[in-house]
């Protein structure tokens, strides 16, 4: 059985981030991209599954501009994926093509029977693309998931949910599970693993070459903006009663929060 | 005129915070309002539903939608949204939001905002707002298309009015979907917290290295309890096995938004920042005056937090009851 892997490559967390001419996105020069850290899990767990015999291939895919998508995929099959499909695409395609694009490339690799993703890309925090791809697919979901059991023709997960409370989930395969932090301990890529990934091919698609195209997009995000400055913060001088007296007071007085 | 479908959850036969404010933007734009609810005792909510101004109530009143399911909501919702398509579709971003309106979107073939800070629907206009790039900044979003659009709102960012006057709400009813489902749900189990999630908390009284061990957390909890406040942490005191990572604020824990945040003995490191910046007022106790949190803050203190806290609980004690 196959196991895909959706990852997306985004910014370090802690690139500075400055806005574009036009506004409409990021100035992505100097810019470090590193793998999404939940799209980590995902792939440490495919690899787990074929490491423990429950999956033969363990399959990265990965959608954006070639040349950067290209090196997440290599940070993938260092890892120990067996084989990476590139979906060569413009900067800023929104969730909807994103997922539409992903789930034609996988039918037409045939075969699926699991798709495991990060629960969101930190960039642009949508939380979308999962359930649009199981959709698509026409195949059942769970998101935010830190524990899954494997059976022949299901999945057990766990999905943690507000106040602690967990849902176990059972799922008919094929079905797409978004992965949360907790689910396993993503390993580093190993010198030998990264010598090998330099032999292996990356499968390129143009994007235009699949069932979706521009047309399809629903969504642009536009006017960005840096946060407004916070006015300096006010320190509270006084010994630590007479500083707790008086910030009780600022609260109630000033900034009317309790 | 266009419609506004509010999608509306409710615990314990009211309608929770998130849902008034949806409801509130929607009734001040002056367009037709639907509302959606599903679960047992969904036939009781008529009343407030139409206070806040709905005209047209889509109430699931049936145990099959007491326990979130994705593939049975997203049949249900998407049935409704599937056959009166309205212009705007509005929900918050709890578990349940976040998990299920992208798949109605996809099945709509709608666009989606999802985790939206900004709503303004004046003038028949639909203008959000959303942070990206883990908070450091913020766009807008252009809805391409003429179809649905789905909005789905961070919670604590809008105001809830009061309810008023009384519309005549007509009552639909929605249907269990019938039919074999690949998606069952074996077992919930409930945690131990019986307040407010952090992602819906007022607010917050968060907890860092600084608080020493993991017995001063009590403090917290104390603090807590006296504003009415939820507790979080910092990753350093997860990592370290003090409290569990359900309680974990920032990039790869819970973003929060909520009206008052107090760090105690929290740093600020940037993926701390990432989950907690947008809150309205932030105070932080820090011994350190050169700690990046202060940078955040509103209000700040230099002090022992394990001094700190217990007066506070005190202080507010005096003053709030
Ligand atoms: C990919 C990635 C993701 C991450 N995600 C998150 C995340 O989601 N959330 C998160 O929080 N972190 C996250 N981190 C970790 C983050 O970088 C910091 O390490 C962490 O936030 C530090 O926690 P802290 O502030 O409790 O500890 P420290 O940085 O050790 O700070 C402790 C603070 O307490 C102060 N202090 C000490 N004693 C006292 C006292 N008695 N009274 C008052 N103050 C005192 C010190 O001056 C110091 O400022 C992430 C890191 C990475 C690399
Ligand atoms: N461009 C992409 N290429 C491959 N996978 C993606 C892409 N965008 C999103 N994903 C997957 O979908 C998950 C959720 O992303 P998002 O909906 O953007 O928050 C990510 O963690 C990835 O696993």
Redo the contacts with the bound molecule.
């Keep these: 059985m196959k196991v895909f892997v959706c990852i997306k490559q985004v910014p370090d967390?802690e690139t500075k981030i400055k806005i574009r001419g036009d506004g409409n996105g990021i100035d992505t020069a100097g810019v470090k991209w590193v793998m999404n850290?939940y799209d980590e899990f995902a792939v440490e767990e495919a690899i787990k599954m074929r490491e423990s015999g429950k999956a033969t291939q363990v399959i990265a895919i990965s959608l954006g501009p070639k040349a950067r998508v290209n090196e997440t995929l290599r940070t993938a099959l260092a890892m120990g994926a067996d084989e990476a499909i590139a979906i060569d695409a413009g900067e800023d395609l929104d969730s909807y093509t994103t997922a539409k694009a992903l789930a034609a490339a996988i039918r037409a690799e045939g075969e699926f029977k699991m798709i495991l993703t990060g629960k969101q890309a930190i960039d642009d925090n949508q939380s979308a693309v999962s359930q649009m791809l199981a959709e698509f697919l026409g195949v059942p979901h769970a998101t935010v998931i830190s524990k899954i059991e494997y059976a022949d023709s299901q999945v057990t997960v766990e999905r943690e949910v507000e106040g602690g409370t967990r849902e176990v989930i059972q799922l008919t395969l094929p079905a797409v599970v978004g992965a949360n932090k907790g689910l396993n301990a993503p390993r580093y890529a190993s010198l030998p693993g990264i010598m090998k990934a330099k032999k292996k091919t990356i499968k390129e698609i143009a994007i235009n070459t699949l069932d979706t195209g521009d047309g399809d997009v629903r969504t642009q995000f536009v006017g960005f903006q840096l946060p407004p400055d916070k006015p300096a913060v006010k320190m509270i001088p006084g010994d630590a009663a007479a500083a707790t007296a008086q910030l009780a007071k600022l609260l109630r007085e000033e900034a009317k929060v309790i | 005129m266009s419609t506004i479908t509010v999608f509306a959850e409710f615990a314990n036969g009211q309608l929770k915070k998130s849902a008034l404010e949806l409801l509130t933007a929607a009734r001040a734009s002056g367009q037709k309002i639907q509302a959606i609810a599903l679960g047992s005792g969904a036939k009781g909510l008529v009343d407030q539903l139409a206070q806040y101004g709905v005209d047209e109530a889509y109430l699931g009143d049936n145990a099959a939608f007491d326990q979130y399911n994705p593939e049975v909501f997203s049949k249900a919702v998407g049935d409704v949204l599937a056959a009166q398509k309205p212009a705007t579709v509005l929900a918050a971003s709890t578990m349940l939001g976040r998990d299920l309106f992208p798949r109605i979107a996809a099945r709509l073939k709608a666009g989606i905002a999802s985790d939206c800070t900004e709503l303004n629907l004046a003038g028949g206009e639909l203008k959000v707002r959303r942070p990206m790039y883990a908070g450091k900044c913020t766009a807008g979003v252009n809805f391409k298309s003429s179809d649905t659009r789905i909005i789905v709102m961070r919670p604590n960012q809008l105001p809830t009015g009061q309810p008023e006057g009384k519309k005549s709400t007509q009552v639909h009813d929605v249907a269990a979907p019938a039919g074999d489902l690949k998606t069952l749900i074996k077992q919930v189990v409930k945690g131990a917290s019986s307040k407010l999630d952090l992602s819906e908390a007022n607010i917050i009284v968060s907890g860092?290295?600084?608080m020493?061990e993991p017995a001063n957390f009590k403090m917290l909890e104390e603090l807590a309890d006296v504003l009415g406040a939820t507790v979080g942490a910092?990753?350093?005191?997860v990592d370290a096995g003090w409290v569990p990572h359900n309680m974990?604020?920032?990039?790869?824990?819970k973003t929060v938004a909520p009206t008052l945040y107090i760090a105690?003995?929290?740093?600020?490191?940037?993926?701390?920042l990432?989950?907690m910046s947008g809150s309205k007022v932030i105070v932080a106790?820090?011994?350190?005056a050169n700690?990046p949190?202060f940078q955040k803050a509103t209000y700040g203190i230099v002090?022992?937090?394990?001094e700190v806290v217990p007066l506070m609980t005190a202080e507010f004690k005096k003053l709030l009851h």
């Design positions: 967390t850290p | 860092g290295r600084g020493k910092s990753r350093a005191v974990q604020v920032g990039q790869t824990g105690a003995g929290i740093s600020g490191a940037i993926q701390h990432a989950g106790i820090n011994k350190d700690a949190i002090g022992d937090a394990l």
